[in-house]
């Protein structure tokens, strides 16, 4: 890298100094939030979740979104009162200390790029299978440059994004439900699964709710977000769970459980099954492929903040604090992240990928609650059962999970506790 020296002008294009753009409103962080949550839940999570808990796989829905809703409260008092790019990463430094605001922004970079490359794979998946890993790594280029271009683009992009696929949900979930196949009595279990089986689904389907967090890395680019991110993330979680319900519902009624479990596109077989003609089978397909787009779209977007607070921090190298003074992005480290994500798109496996990544954002999550017990009254603290409940909850899940993911999570973080560590200790002189 070259330095600036004498009558050498600075370069134009990298200034750490510059501030980000507040260019969005309420409705632009709502999209944003359901950008990145409308994807993997409907498309990709169903799935394994059956085979967790069989039809308690709704059980496990609801204990999912009780646990996102506890979060979603503590993240907005957060968001309002810390306005600022990098959500529990700043929270956790403010209001726990160092350590805690590191950790979180770790576990939030390892999980979220595995929730990147597992949307990518998604991707790949239906759009050419047997390929998946090179479109997966062609889509996540494409969308960091888009990403590079501008957030104001990328907010407009995922709107129409949301708009497709929940146009292309509603006519599933209708062809479903009206179908000769589906039978309500595939809701019920025959034998209820253990409460382990619940919460491990529970753990797998609290992947498609972790999106609301994008809303939150925003708060530099959010016009008014003291009350901008406190309204955005609880009406676009309200809207997700009732979507995901219809669909959990729609699925289950048509395959029943054990079916469900061995599926690898559970919407698209369930239309089918459902007698649906194949010109609606093809655009569930589309639908799932742009899906994954919209969600891989907000989580590289929110991801690269994150890197840009960590590096103004230090506990991430200097170089990746710098905002191009054109489009007014981190542009170092979106490149960064778009690097990160395309080797694990190239290299990983769907569905374990999904539960490292879950592991990771609920340790994310655990941190934000235990932040939001340290607000006052008068910083907006939410009802103390609240975040209590989050962080039990996420600490639940997480240990609840595949023990693969517990295993590989817990090494991830205690290898980015080194690094701090070495990172902090004194050079011999």
């Not at 990145?36 to 839940?41: F, L």
Request: charged letters at 10%.
């Amino acid at each position: 890298m070259t330095l600036w020296r004498g009558a050498k002008p600075p370069d134009s294009s990298s200034q750490p100094a510059a501030g980000l753009a507040r260019r969005l409103g309420t409705g632009d962080a709502v999209v944003i939030g359901l950008g990145a949550m409308i994807g993997a839940g409907v498309f990709a999570v169903f799935a394994p979740a059956a085979a967790a808990a069989g039809a308690g796989l709704l059980a496990g829905l609801a204990v999912a979104a009780v646990v996102a809703y506890c979060n979603a409260t503590s993240s907005a008092r957060l968001a309002a009162r810390h306005p600022a790019s990098g959500g529990t990463y700043v929270y956790g430094r403010e209001r726990l200390g160092d350590l805690w605001g590191y950790l979180a922004g770790w576990a939030f970079l390892v999980g979220k790029a595995a929730s990147c490359a597992a949307m990518a794979l998604t991707l790949g998946a239906y759009v050419w299978p047997g390929h998946e890993h090179l479109v997966a790594v062609a889509a996540v280029a494409v969308l960091t440059a888009v990403n590079y271009a501008g957030v104001h683009k990328a907010a407009w992009l995922t709107r129409v994004i949301v708009v497709v696929v929940l146009a292309v949900l509603a006519v599933a979930v209708v062809v479903c439900l009206v179908g000769g196949p589906a039978e309500f009595a595939r809701l019920r279990p025959s034998s209820w699964p253990a409460p382990g089986a619940v919460l491990q689904a529970a753990g797998l389907l609290f992947f498609a709710f972790a999106g609301y967090a994008r809303i939150a890395t925003l708060g530099e680019e959010v016009r008014d977000p003291a009350k901008t991110i406190p309204k955005a993330i609880p009406i676009a979680l309200g809207l997700v769970l009732v979507i995901y319900a219809a669909v959990a519902v729609a699925v289950l009624a048509v395959l029943g459980p054990e079916r469900l479990a061995r599926s690898t596109a559970p919407v698209v077989d369930a239309v089918r099954a459902a007698g649906a003609a194949p010109a609606v089978a093809s655009l569930v397909t589309v639908g799932a492929a742009t899906a994954a787009l919209g969600s891989l779209l907000a989580l590289i977007l929110g991801v690269s903040r994150t890197v840009l607070a960590m590096a103004r921090d230090g506990h991430l190298p200097r170089v990746l604090d710098a905002v191009h003074l054109r489009f007014q992005v981190p542009h170092r480290a979106e490149l960064a992240v778009g690097a990160v994500v395309a080797v694990a798109a190239a290299t990983t496996d769907l569905r374990g990928a999904i539960g490292f990544s879950s592991f990771g954002v609920l340790v994310y999550y655990a941190i934000a609650n235990a932040c939001a017990l340290t607000l006052s009254e008068e910083e907006g603290r939410p009802v103390r059962a609240l975040p209590v409940v989050g962080l039990l909850g996420c600490l639940l899940l997480a240990f609840s999970l595949p023990l693969s993911a517990v295993l590989t999570g817990a090494a991830v973080l205690a290898a980015g506790l080194l690094l701090r560590a070495l990172r902090r200790s004194p050079r011999p002189g």
